[in-house]
């Protein structure tokens, strides 16, 4: 069954560039990757998908190596605004379920 | 544009008592989801739908039964509640298979449900 893991936290200030890696076996072979991002009392909220290599939107890039066995979300020039919880989501290659990371506490420091 | 709305917000049950979660949807999505959300875990899914009419149990389904009459509607009930169920439940809605084709899930604000 597919397994995934992220750090349970991390730290870092205003204006860094941060890298959240998740880690994912038996991933689906055909799936998205999906990042998400969850304040308190609110639902996750989507923040970028891939399937392979780079993609790049306006809040963040996702980096997906050759063998899909891990992303790394990126985010720019953090802001406090952006101290949240982060999810990666993935499907199970033998039974297509959904495979949620237990999620990364971020905090942004001034 | 509301999005996904789930009702009630908050609720205290006592152990025993059964009652029902509404989820709605106004964007005309055909994949509607049930989570659970406990400290520490993350997203369970409890149970989905693939369009009005149908429902599949995900990976905790023990305990609740679902129904989708009509399309943007998706309801999770209790039959017969236990302090274990007691959790944040998240309802999630997406246009269509969320992973194969690219389509994210909108998520409601969630329920938060205490089992005394």
């Known amino acids: 069954l597919a397994k995934t893991t992220q750090p349970i936290s991390m730290d870092s200030y205003e204006g860094q560039e941060v890298n959240i890696t998740c880690s994912h076996n038996?991933?689906?072979?055909?799936?998205?990757i999906t990042w998400y991002q969850q304040f308190p009392s609110q639902g996750p909220r989507f923040i970028i998908q891939?399937?392979?290599?780079?993609v790049t939107n306006e809040v963040a890039s996702l980096f997906i190596p050759a063998d899909r066995k891990s992303s790394t979300l990126s985010l720019p020039r953090v802001s406090l605004s952006d101290t949240a919880v982060y999810y990666c989501?993935?499907?199970?290659?033998?039974?297509?379920?959904?495979?949620w990371g237990a999620g990364t506490k971020l905090i942004i420091k001034p | 544009n509301a999005g996904v709305t789930q009702t009630p917000k908050f609720r205290v049950l006592k152990t025993g008592q059964s009652m029902t979660l509404l989820c709605a949807q106004d964007?005309?999505?055909?994949?509607m989801y049930w989570y659970r959300q406990d400290p520490g875990m993350g997203l369970r899914l409890i149970h989905y739908?693939?369009?009005?009419?149908?429902?599949a149990k995900g990976e905790v389904p023990d305990g609740y039964n679902v129904s989708r009459l009509k399309k943007q509607n998706f309801l999770l009930g209790l039959e017969s509640a236990a302090p274990s169920q007691t959790s944040v439940y998240f309802c999630?809605?997406?246009?269509?298979?969320?992973?194969?084709?690219?389509?994210?899930?909108?998520f409601g604000d969630g329920t938060r449900l205490s089992i005394l």
């Open positions: 999630a809605s997406s246009y269509s298979n969320w992973a194969r084709v690219g389509q994210p899930q909108h």
């Open positions: 964007m005309n999505h055909e994949y």
């Open positions: 739908s693939v369009g009005e009419g149908t429902t």
């Open positions: 038996n991933i689906a072979t055909n799936d998205y």
């Open positions: 891939g399937y392979k290599t780079k």
């Open positions: 989501l993935v499907g199970d290659n033998s039974n297509y379920q959904l495979i």
